[in-house]
């Protein structure tokens, strides 16, 4: 199991989903960062179950505790543990897929890997796993925002058929994605809420993508060979549960062009070189430019649904499985915050990676 | 500078276009493998360019020397060092990307980063760099096909607007891929190699994509969470230079169905549990469930091109840069071997996290 | 901060003294191993303050939770966090030590470095910290000792002036060293004891040396060039809090002898070479040997004393410094299982790092 | 095999006896140094044997080529790639000790550990695996002489029974030390010149310790917990082949001392905290401190002597050995660059990890 992420900004998660609780260390945190539980949980709110009719309708929260490395109000510099109790400790619904693995879950790899598995199934392939991440990436985001004005912003572009208009990149807040429960531009967002809705009804789910976009990144950042920017948010992106894709700027749909037309001009821009186009996706060799970095993340439909499914169970016998209980249809609009905390995670890696380059001083 | 990949086989690969030479230093490798310098030459030959019209035409060939690491003929588990000398280390044709950065190249972001850049403008995004990786990726593919049965074969599967048909995974060999210049099977060869020479003609370039296909992989392999098997193939195919998008199974397209039809069903095979269809490409929550891993890779078209651009130089002037000298208008066929290669590398690194797990003999 | 140790066991340790808990998370421990909080508080207790006359004398315990990576009383191959709550959170001796650094302690490198410290002072610098260690060290040496039979026993060597005699290092037992307070084979504890007792008289304080000997390792462990085994219990060693300095096998006084005095001929023991003696500690070229390890680490007098010191506050005014509360007159008697516990973390790693290098199977 | 140190400047070393060369590849170097070939060659001058009748009498130069990351006498930011080809690529004295492993060599452990061995014996344990160190460390020790003014001289304090008296370690130089062949301040130096010859007319070999002392040093450098800065050192310098003991500060004498006797009171000095003493040796918490840091290495007499020795073979049978050709009757001379090397690279590395913490730009 490798449950650390980062070089410098390194967090640990830790949890499954019936074991007294999740969480994460954070080692690497800048010290006197104004830092409390409410930063935190801003970003947790937004990716628990029970937001909308559109998610899964479980009410109750998700509440973080910080464990250490903050004191009055600030980092101390020295590791951040933070913790979110487990509710529900038992795991009863799970019982005849002790039996039978789920097809495209991963119960069956969990069992093969380690010999033993959680009774919940895919023990750490569990939703409940990314509370960490989002709790981590939240303290990120601050060091970004505050220190650097960066900012990240991630929507639903598009859900099972249905994708949305363009977006001004520019422009998009997180205030206006999360003005509609699919977390999606309003256009859109009626059509797709339709589409989760029908697949609700049909206890089947349904997939769909994710756009981010970080603005205000400042030219220098990433660190090639193999530690290219896009290889980073490649890496991070696809350690996101449910994920099959990725794409940088122009993405697939650029390999179709003829480089005439797929260069970015260079223009002068106030002070310093930018773009006039932007199919890189604001990276180039591996390098930000001082344009905004966007991509799209592929996430396909849960694999639990309550459709009966003709499948084997471990033993190989043909069985028919129907998972019991409440089962999200749909996880792209909660998948928003996760995406944006894992692009956090990655930029605030790649900024002090960069600082350890060009510091003057060595002292805070 | 991030130059090394692997956490317990461990590549570091160094080189300019430039300097002396350029190559990498393998750490981790079993010791006890026939080992000798033309099974990475072999590699390397399909790597280089010139090797036909589609490419660059320039036919010297990139000799591998293994300084370190193997005595006669066996490897002894102590570090591999391999180098292949520059041979053209004046950087003529620069001299105008001195003082204009290439649209989309690396030029100017490798200037802004490190305040500082090796003349042939971006340093180690050049194409060159690829070789240390290729040189070493043989070295992985040789333990996986010796102590595992385990086989990597890519070829390209798009270049511009030209596709294959569907290609057999189960069956499809490298000898078939080399069949044809452009790399892929051969329906639509012509096709792609009559786009890269109209590119070509017009001096422009084309993109394209590298599907990939591993066989015989065995169940277990990957380690989540942060180091899925899925994102560290993503990891390493968007660190190779030029690339724009990873998917693995059924990917972006897989996001348009719903679960029931998406969902891998069980079936008994043989003594173990395989699965009726593969989009999950092979990985089920990070980890191989022993059906293929496939991927694909998107390439765009190469910046440095012949043809007019208008730009701005380096002091934000407007300016029109037309690149000298030869430029190779389509790269994906030489891409082959480097995806292969990297895939191999995370292959490989995983076997023996897995291994690490399992061991009962601590003696080789 | 790099709160960090080891490749593939690896512990993440977290908190201050005055913050809600210190703990530790562990990845990396083998799925299957029967393991409860029993086992781990077992070592904590050994650790903890207040168990004679010797320490200080606060009686209450420190009780450990296993948040996560155990089910049913095995583990589950995934992370496994643990918590002890901190009783005091209130820093109520530490109003004057915020303005006067404490001499030879890490109040004021903390201050430079961070810009910004705990209130208790030198913040992970902290006795308690050692608990996340003690912890996952428990952990480690279970592995250890139900899948290798491999066993980790440290004593008292030395408090101040006060030496032991020679111990036979192949029979000597935790309940041999626990049979007295001061961790020591009998014949010199009540020298020990009355050494600290007039220490603790005078306000002051007193060092000591552990030594530790570890049994039944197997041949060929430690990863060289860099990760020599005795270079990794270097660095385990010389990171517990107070250290000093270590010696592996012969040490400083082997720097004596010539060669051939120094030597250990090897001769046929059992199915396997031995040596006849063992000045090398049972470690060659990094590697070891099969004979027993065994090392020595020193540790310094206690910083923090209540005898009054003449030393400037952080304003650089001449001030007398007198710590109020209790101190720990010597903490060598509860290094112990510290020393033990680090011994145990460098071991799993190593092993495992080694497993990796010779598996045949890829399943648990 | 872990061929890889540091985190931020990253040395990875490579090369045995003989093979082709050994060598080293540091990534992470700052951009835009002054380097070439001759700021290597320096130290590696000091490192080669046959300087002087004290060591061995080969007078051959071991000559260092710079293959990649410098362009016209800059660094570029990105892997500087360095080798030293090997002279004598035929293992011929070696024979015997293909039957018969050195008594207290590695000769036993690598053929254990890897099931294979260089047929000069332990592999990577030879003194030539040092070349890459002192290559890289002299890089190091660049970056901190310009860009910080910090110095690192160390010194022979101690041939087997002869010790050195009292240094002045404010003022100590490396020309002093190169005054006398045994490196060691004058006045021991002809006893120890003594001590040397008399082992060697014995066929014998002679241990020793090296001092070493680094200055102006600032305040703030080493990652606790974990990466302590003394525990980094102790890593490094025990993973110097033949180390058996390293202290910090006050050391193992420290121990015998009472706390009010041992701390080091703070004074003003000028803009900034002192203290009167330094028993701390320059670190407090893991934590430079701004006081000269002090450490001390022990170095075991060489395992290979000309004297005739009873011991057994790989079989087990007992035989007599007594090494052929010319040995080094005492390595601590030649150590005195390797320690200085280490040092530079725990200290840059240190340097980049703190700087990453405190940076205000992000460019160069």
Not at 14 to 40: M, R, Y
Not at 78 to 105: C, W
Not at 228 to 233: G, H, I, R, S, T
Request: charged fraction near 20%; include cysteine; proline fraction near 7%.
């Amino acid at each position: 199991m490798s449950s650390t992420f980062g070089t410098l900004f390194r967090v640990s998660t830790f949890g499954e989903s019936h074991c007294p609780g999740v969480g994460a260390v954070v080692d690497g945190c800048p010290p006197n960062l104004a830092l409390d539980a409410a930063d935190i949980q801003r970003q947790l709110d937004r990716r628990r179950p029970g937001q909308s009719a559109m998610t899964t309708d479980r009410q109750e929260g998700d509440r973080v505790a910080i464990l250490s490395g903050v004191e009055n109000g600030r980092t101390l510099g020295t590791p951040i543990a933070l913790l979110v109790p487990n509710r529900d400790q038992r795991p009863g619904d799970y019982a005849e897929m002790a039996q039978v693995p789920r097809p495209s879950h991963a119960d069956y790899t969990y069992q093969m890997k380690y010999g033993i598995r959680a009774a919940s199934g895919g023990g750490r392939s569990s939703a409940r796993e990314t509370i960490g991440r989002v709790a981590a990436g939240a303290i990120a985001e601050k060091i970004l925002a505050e220190r650097y004005g960066l900012e990240v912003v991630a929507w639903v572009s598009a859900v099972g058929e249905v994708s949305t208009e363009a977006v001004d990149m520019a422009a998009i807040t997180r205030q206006a994605v999360d003005a509609t429960p699919v977390r999606c531009p309003p256009t859109a967002a009626p059509a797709m809420a339709a589409a989760i809705q029908a697949a609700r009804d049909a206890q089947d789910s349904l997939g769909g993508v994710v756009t981010c976009v970080c603005r205000n990144v400042p030219v220098g950042l990433g660190e090639p060979v193999f530690d290219k920017l896009e290889a980073l948010l490649a890496h991070a992106m696809l350690s996101i549960p449910a994920t099959k894709g990725f794409e940088i700027g122009s993405g697939f749909a650029g390999t179709r062009l003829r480089g005439s037309a797929h260069n970015d001009p260079f223009v002068q821009k106030g002070d310093r070189l930018g773009t006039l186009t932007n199919r890189s996706g604001g990276i180039q060799g591996g390098i930000s430019n001082g344009e905004p970095i966007y991509f799209r993340v592929a996430f396909k439909p849960p694999a639990t649904i309550g459709a009966a499914q003709a499948t084997a169970d471990f033993a190989g016998r043909a069985v028919t499985l129907a998972a019991k209980g409440r089962h999200d249809p749909c996880v792209v609009p909660r998948a928003v915050p996760i995406v944006e905390a894992m692009a956090a995670l990655v930029l605030v890696d790649v900024v002090l990676r960069q600082a350890a380059r060009c510091a003057g001083s060595l002292h805070p």
